[in-house]
């Protein structure tokens, strides 16, 4: 008999994989944005180019999109596979994490509760994620400590 655990491991990683790859364009679109006005009202920072400064919104954007996209698919591979991430793919999503966390904090105070809530809970998700397929789960994809079924 399976446990909760082993139930809900697979939707919880779905669930964030699905979450993470809607949020990617999101990111891209909120700093193009942001590079607009960047551009229309030419600021700059202790006299850069406000070139530089379009451009690096910009590249910010995509960078982050596209780690988010990769964060994603580690998410999703983790769920249809149902076997722990690498080390690599932890660190990334560990990472992904670290940042919900900290953006939260900053979200809170600038943008308001409902920002907040919604890093929060992908903040949850990944560490669920992350949980799910711990250090008491082996690669073969069955808890450690239990024997395999006999055939």
């Known amino acids: 008999m399976q446990g909760v655990a082993e139930v809900v491991r697979r939707p919880i990683a779905l669930v964030t994989a699905a979450v993470l790859l809607l949020e990617a364009p999101g990111v891209i679109v909120v700093n193009a944005v942001m590079a607009r006005f960047v551009k229309a009202q030419s600021m700059s920072l202790d006299g ?3 070139g530089a400064m379009y451009t690096g919104t910009w590249a910010l954007g995509v960078v982050s999109g596209i780690a988010l996209a990769v964060c994603a698919l580690v998410a999703f591979l983790a769920g249809v596979r149902d076997r722990r991430p690498g080390r690599a793919a932890r660190v990334l999503l560990i990472g992904c994490a670290v940042v919900h966390g900290v953006l939260a904090a900053v979200a809170v105070g600038l943008l308001g509760w409902a920002a907040f ?29 239990e024997a395999p079924a006999a055939a």
């Open 48 to 50: 850069m180019d406000p």
């Open 117 to 145: 809530t919604f890093l929060v809970v992908v903040l949850g998700l990944v560490v669920l994620t992350l949980v799910a397929y711990g250090e008491g789960y082996d690669e073969a994809a069955e808890p450690l400590g």
